[in-house]
């Protein structure tokens, strides 16, 4: 049996990268649906909204670090592995390990950087520089959140990694 709080954090994490999944699903059908409100008041009414743009941008940039957990989580992410594929399987291994571990430090020092920002948006009381003049820390607040969850979700990929690696299954004959 797999210990109790070790199973407690692996679906805690798989909610969360969930919730994120289905955050992110949202978000894009509010940006589509931002978009086609504003084409439609564009050319039918000949009156844009003036937030379209601005609010679509901020929700991509969102959707494109929120959903980072999930997809690695689902081993989405883009790689190119022609060197490494050539590498012996343990090797290989030890590889991935290095590089999650170097992935958890360039985190780790983004998501402190982008803390210390959003902090300073609340602060200062930055305003985008558009018309609207939206304030930035609460749009901002979602980053930190969104590299957390990614840094949590790079701890467990590289736990599962380092156990393969010094734990090596046997095959079974």
Do not use: C
């Not at 049996?1 to 199973?7: A, I």
């Not at 602060?123 to 609207?132: A, R, W």
Request: hydrophobic share 55%; no cysteine; charged share 15%.
């Amino acid at each position: 049996m797999r210990n109790f709080p070790l199973n407690l954090i692996e679906r805690l994490l798989d909610f969360l990268a969930m919730g994120t999944k289905v955050i992110a699903q949202v978000m894009v059908a509010v940006m589509v649906l931002i978009m086609v409100i504003s084409v439609t008041a564009r050319y039918l009414f000949n009156h844009p909204l003036n937030f379209a743009d601005e609010y679509v941008m901020y929700l991509m940039v969102g959707l494109s670090v929120l959903a980072a957990n999930w997809v690695l989580k689902e081993k989405g992410h883009i790689k190119v592995d022609v060197v490494i594929l050539m590498l012996p399987p343990r090797v290989r291994a030890w590889v991935l390990v290095f590089t999650e571990i170097a992935t958890i430090f360039a985190v780790t020092i983004i998501m402190l950087q982008v803390i210390k920002l959003t902090r300073l948006s609340f602060e200062v009381g930055t305003l985008s520089e558009t018309t609207l003049r939206t304030p930035i820390g609460p749009i901002q607040i979602i980053l930190p959140i969104a590299f957390g969850l990614l840094l949590l979700e790079l701890l467990r990929t590289t736990a599962i990694s380092i156990k393969s690696v010094t734990f090596p299954t046997k095959p079974q004959s």
